[in-house]
DNA sequence: GATGAATGAGGGTTCATTCAT
DNA sequence: TATGAATGAACCCTCATTCAT
């Protein structure tokens, strides 16, 4: 009943999200695997309402003692989706990045929305949650900030576009993410396929003018 | 522990969200507002957790069952904070639009956002943590439905932009706010004040590129 | 939920259930009545569910300061219902033995059986709830005794059924009336009206039965 | 106070009624007698007041939390109830039609009697609170229909009086039932036990009048 | 007398987390 | 290491009853 999100939230430390050791042995890997995966499939599922570590057990065909020994707390395992996610983000625009070098930086703004765009649709209802989930974790912890590496490869993109002396660009980048998300997400509600195609267009399109206000030229 | 937002919504109508009675007497006004006020402050104080109908009870020098009586639910408690919000808003973009009228796309788009900033920084967090209850809200219900009468608000502002020929304009009004939003929570975050003027303009920015994208002139 | 019947149930002495006090002027007549009746409307469409002290005086167009006004509880009103409900019980049976005067016994019982399932009949529902929170009250008070006026109706008139010497009859004619009671409910389950007149006689049979094992001719 | 039997009951499909999982280790199995033995034990001391899930648990030496591990609802946990007295009823009338087979009818039927004064006698006040919880049950969702295993022990038994022909017995047997533990109930309530022998021969009586009046030879 | 706002103890239920086996 | 039974604090919500107006 609209429960609330982080309850009882005990003063959180970084180290507490980590996952709790790292499974050496291949059978744990598969443990851990298979948990990570019923979490997802859950929240996609239900959505936040019914994500529970007793559920997410079950789902994972393995008991909740089981769980307990890989996540230390509920929130690791929320912040261990988030990594993943944050992971696959950081690969997929790092290539993006690789392949578009000495592009217009608008030609990788498009590329990099274009990844975006994939990724999020992939699990579109999963993408929405983390993203909630996250803020709910932001504005406690701040322990799963806003994938720091991310930024770090988008910053140096965005320098470019620079004119020779350096204006602050911190916040830039950080903007630039979250309002592509937030209209990623929009868009993926919509529903339709061949919106995709708009949507990104009017994405790049309020980068552009983003970044142009903000001193960067596309 | 990270319990969840939003758990075991049963089939919420968007009646359930309606206040239970509206207080006739003096006497019960005050409750009313003692309650509202009490949420607020509570939902800024801790977010979402520790936000209980007990605690917000506690807070507001009522009992629970005060509380019930004119609220049917939590949720329907968190309805009212974003009715407010919604109303809030409404009358100053209505205001807004007013006073510009007859002015260039871009200036209203403007002062939509100068008063979006003021509004959100009223009580920046008590707006964002709500924004988060309402997405929480929404995945389940669409109840509160992310304030249509602001929606019938915009989209005749941005049709001005139009060329004779009315293409879609649904989903494109939504962006912007949606867009906006974000980037003023964000802003609001950073800290400073004179930041918000540059906010200011980087947002306007990213307005005018994404409806310049979405074939409205700015 | 299941919740308990007879929650907190302090120390009651016959007199609180007693209606506080009995209404003089004509007003006070009809709020009682109103109250009353609405009580009874609600015990019929929702049963014991549902049944709540400020549910009734909405129902009646009273306020519940009302209500307690005239009812010092909740068990007050149920004990009125019952001895309502057992007045007119009375009353019937008392004009069925008068016309029935000089019969035989078998002619009288099922004289007395044809007016309980016209009664019982009249508001089936209500009745059968009645009985149930009778029932309940009886575990803990005893206090709405299966209206003793009845059972003394009863008593002489099966007692001429007897041989001259007099052996016990008490309990004989509370297990008449439990019994027809019992069969009555179920008849009036049953739903069609021409099984009544079926369930009827054979309410009379079991009765002849039980009194014939109980030494009263019939 | 005199607080609703079966408040608020949501509909209740009769799934919900089951016990949540089957203890498959030696240990739970221990935890869900104690629980049931618990419930018996406060129905009996206090009735339906003072029934709750917390007192329950506590009177098992358990938690809530190991209550709800097994019974998903209160309800449940009467149901449970219920079952188990079903049961027993069930397997002693099975026996009893055993080993009077071939006998009269009256016979039977005396053979039925005795066991369930036996039964029920055994803890009397459970017998006759948990009738009254049923009937509650029975008027929201009918789920534990009066063990219609029990009926279909019993309906064949009846139809062995009957002339060739076969007119309906739906109902008789349940009529039987009801009227059995109705006289059964206010037997034990009377409390010397001599009269139980007396009261044998009257709900014997009974239920041959009714028969005989439903057409069914004894 | 009447009103209805206010009270708050009470009760059902969930779920993160621990720990004996 | 894995299991899953057990824990219990927390939380939502109801309703009999009182009392200021």
């Known amino acids: 009943m609209l429960a609330n999100s982080e309850t009882r939230v005990p003063p959180v430390t970084a180290a507490a999200l980590d996952p709790r050791k790292s499974p050496r042995q291949r059978r744990s890997q598969a443990t851990v695997e298979a948990i990570v995966e019923a979490a997802a499939r859950i929240l996609e599922g239900d959505g936040p309402a019914g994500f529970n570590t007793n559920a997410v057990a079950r789902r994972a065909?393995?008991?909740?003692?089981?769980?307990?020994?890989?996540?230390?707390?509920?929130?690791?395992?929320?912040?261990?989706?988030?990594?993943?996610?944050?992971?696959?983000?950081?690969?997929?625009?790092?290539?993006?990045?690789?392949?578009?070098?000495?592009?217009?930086?608008?030609?990788?703004?498009?590329?990099?929305?274009?990844?975006?765009?994939?990724?999020?649709?992939?699990?579109?209802?999963?993408?929405?949650?983390?993203?909630?989930?996250?803020?709910?974790?932001?504005?406690?912890?701040?322990?799963?900030?806003t994938a720091p590496a991310i930024l770090?490869?988008?910053?140096?993109?965005?320098?470019?576009?620079?004119?020779?002396?350096?204006?602050?660009?911190?916040?830039?980048?950080?903007?630039?993410?979250?309002?592509?998300?937030?209209?990623?997400?929009?868009?993926?509600?919509?529903?339709?396929v061949e919106s995709l195609k708009v949507a990104e267009d009017r994405i790049v399109g309020a980068l552009t003018g983003y970044l142009a206000a903000a001193g960067v030229a596309v």
Chains 1, 2, 3, 4 share one sequence.
Do not use: H, M
């Open 61 to 145: 065909g393995v008991s909740v003692g089981s769980l307990y020994q890989y996540f230390p707390s509920k929130q690791a395992l929320v912040a261990e989706l988030s990594r993943r996610n944050a992971e696959a983000a950081l690969a997929g625009l790092a290539q993006a990045a690789d392949r578009t070098r000495g592009r217009s930086l608008a030609e990788r703004l498009r590329a990099f929305v274009a990844f975006a765009i994939d990724q999020q649709g992939a699990r579109p209802r999963l993408s929405r949650v983390l993203d909630q989930l996250e803020a709910g974790l932001a504005l406690e912890t701040d322990a799963v900030a």
């Open 152 to 192: 770090a490869l988008l910053t140096p993109v965005l320098r470019e576009g620079l004119a020779d002396d350096t204006p602050a660009l911190e916040g830039v980048a950080g903007d630039c993410l979250a309002l592509a998300r937030t209209l990623i997400d929009r868009a993926l509600d919509g529903g339709d």
